[in-house]
C-alpha cells in the first residue's frame, strides 16, 4: 500500500484527521515522485539490458547452471531463468515506485523458498542472480538514483538469502 493509502487507512481506522506527522510523510513522498519515476522508466527502458547483463555475469560466475544438467541448461530453462529475473527487476520498480518493500514481500519473497525447492533451482543461484541485477542496473542511473533505487534491490537480494 502507497504512503497516502496507509496514511489515510490509519487515520480512518482510528477515526482521526491524518496528523501533521502523517501529512508531512505525504509531502515527503510527493516530493520524491519526480525521481521515482525516473528511476522506474530507466529501469523499464532498458529491462533487457540489465536482464542480460544480470545473466551474463550469472553465467559467468556459475558456468555449471548452463552447462548439461544445470537449472538454465537448455533455451526454454534458460528463457524460464530470464522470465524470473524480468519479473524480479519489475517488482523492485514498483517497490521504488511506491516507496516501500511491502510489494517485494509479499509478491515476491513469500512462497519464493517453496517454489524453488519444487523446481530445483538453488537460492543461491538466485541470490547471485539478483546481486547481478542490481549492479548491471544501478550503472544505469545517476549516484543520488543509483541511492534511491539500492535499498529495493538490497531488500531483495537479503529476503532471499534469507530463504537459502
Known amino acids: 500500500m502507497s504512503v497516502v493509502l496507509d496514511v489515510i487507512a490509519s487515520a480512518d481506522d482510528n477515526l482521526r484527521y491524518p496528523s501533521?506527522?502523517?501529512?508531512?510523510?505525504?509531502?515527503d513522498y510527493l516530493?520524491?515522485?519526480?525521481?521515482?519515476?525516473?528511476?522506474?522508466?530507466?529501469?523499464t527502458d532498458n529491462e533487457k539490458k540489465i536482464v542480460d547483463q544480470a545473466a551474463k555475469q550469472l553465467f559467468g560466475r556459475r558456468p555449471d547452471y548452463v552447462a548439461p544438467g544445470g537449472n538454465a541448461f537448455g533455451q526454454k530453462q534458460r528463457a524460464q531463468c530470464l522470465r524470473d529475473y524480468s519479473w524480479y527487476l519489475r517488482l523492485?520498480?514498483?517497490?521504488?515506485?511506491?516507496c516501500s518493500t511491502s510489494y517485494i514481500e509479499t509478491t515476491g519473497l513469500v512462497g519464493a523458498r517453496e517454489m524453488y525447492d519444487s523446481l530445483q533451482v538453488p537460492l543461491e543461484g538466485m541470490v547471485?542472480?539478483?546481486?547481478?541485477?542490481?549492479e548491471a542496473a544501478i550503472v544505469l542511473l545517476s549516484?543520488?538514483?543509483a541511492q534511491e533505487a539500492a535499498p529495493y534491490f538490497d531488500y531483495l537480494i537479503q529476503g532471499m538469502e534469507s530463504l537459502s
Open 31 to 43: 516530493s520524491g515522485g519526480a525521481q521515482r519515476v525516473r528511476i522506474a522508466r530507466i529501469l
Open 92 to 98: 523492485v520498480t514498483y517497490g521504488i515506485l511506491d
Open 128 to 134: 547471485l542472480a539478483m546481486r547481478s541485477m542490481k
Open 20 to 27: 501533521s506527522g502523517e501529512l508531512r510523510s505525504i509531502v
Open 143 to 145: 549516484p543520488a538514483d
